[in-house]
């Protein structure tokens, strides 16, 4: 397949595109410099600086592929725009045909919850709460579209985790989020990667969890790291780190079992309390 991959460059995106080439898929990579256009060539993908505000271009290019699998994200307000400018180009040019959409969300826009899955009504903090209005859309689009809501990513030293060996780091005691007593989700980004590729043959209108079933505690995290990590308290996680704080506090647990019934799909990665414990580094 031909396949249009957005965040290539990023950490979830760049495992995406090694497994899609490693299917035998061909991939246009959309970035947004001549520098990351190099970078996605090297990993055998073809480069196309694009604009991924404009619904117009976006539609021009959706119709030369055969599927779409949107990872990009900025990590700022940018990215409600984004994510709108490709689902409407995606409703208007590939609805009620048979190309596949793989659309990124994330296990934050459950809430918390001790055995979360996909039937649940979505609870969203602050930082991700736009994302539901767009996802049901897709959903309910005539589109044969996925989403994938992802645990916390992580694998070859990245990810959100990456955060507490930089504040392992630091001299003197570092502050744990919250009090460390919540769970996370957790997924390894290679088998999130094989998640995407196996979505393309999903039937559609499915949400799936990304997440592999391992749902340690944030104390748990800090301790296989061997390190001076000290739990700072709810309230002041969230006057330090706002609503991404907010986020980092909620206490989830899911087994991600819809993906592995529907798609096959069987994570295999090392968990992330062993890749802590044996030296989480790039």
Do not use: C
Request: zero cysteines; hydrophobic letters at 40%; charged letters at 20%.
């Amino acid at each position: 397949m031909k396949i249009f991959l957005t965040g290539a460059t990023g950490f979830i995106g760049s495992a995406v595109l090694t497994k899609l080439r490693e299917a035998g898929h061909q991939v246009t990579a959309i970035v947004r410099s001549q520098e990351a256009s190099l970078k996605v060539e090297r990993a055998g993908a073809v480069g196309i600086i694009g604009d991924l505000f404009d619904p117009a271009w976006i539609a021009a290019e959706l119709a030369t592929h055969d599927a779409v699998i949107h990872t990009a994200a900025g990590g700022d307000q940018s990215d409600r725009d984004m994510n709108a400018a490709l689902i409407d180009a995606a409703v208007n040019v590939l609805g009620g045909t048979d190309k596949p959409v793989v659309l990124t969300g994330g296990v934050w826009a459950h809430g918390s919850g001790d055995d979360l899955s996909e039937s649940d009504e979505l609870d969203p903090p602050e930082l991700v709460a736009w994302r539901v209005d767009g996802e049901r859309r897709l959903l309910e689009s005539d589109v044969r579209a996925t989403v994938i809501r992802p645990g916390i990513a992580y694998g070859h030293g990245g990810g959100i985790p990456a955060l507490l060996t930089a504040q392992a780091a630091q001299d003197g005691p570092a502050p744990l989020f919250g009090t460390g007593q919540q769970h996370w989700t957790t997924v390894h980004v290679d088998d999130l990667a094989d998640l995407y590729v196996a979505a393309l043959g999903g039937r559609g209108g499915e949400a799936y969890l990304g997440v592999n079933g391992d749902n340690p505690t944030v104390l748990e995290l800090a301790e296989a790291l061997d390190t001076d990590i000290e739990p700072e308290g709810d309230e002041a996680t969230r006057a330090r780190l706002g609503a991404f704080g907010e986020a980092l506090l909620l206490d989830q647990q899911a087994t991600g079992a819809k993906a592995r019934q529907q798609l096959g799909w069987t994570p295999t990665q090392p968990t992330l309390v062993e890749e802590l414990g044996a030296s989480y580094r790039a």
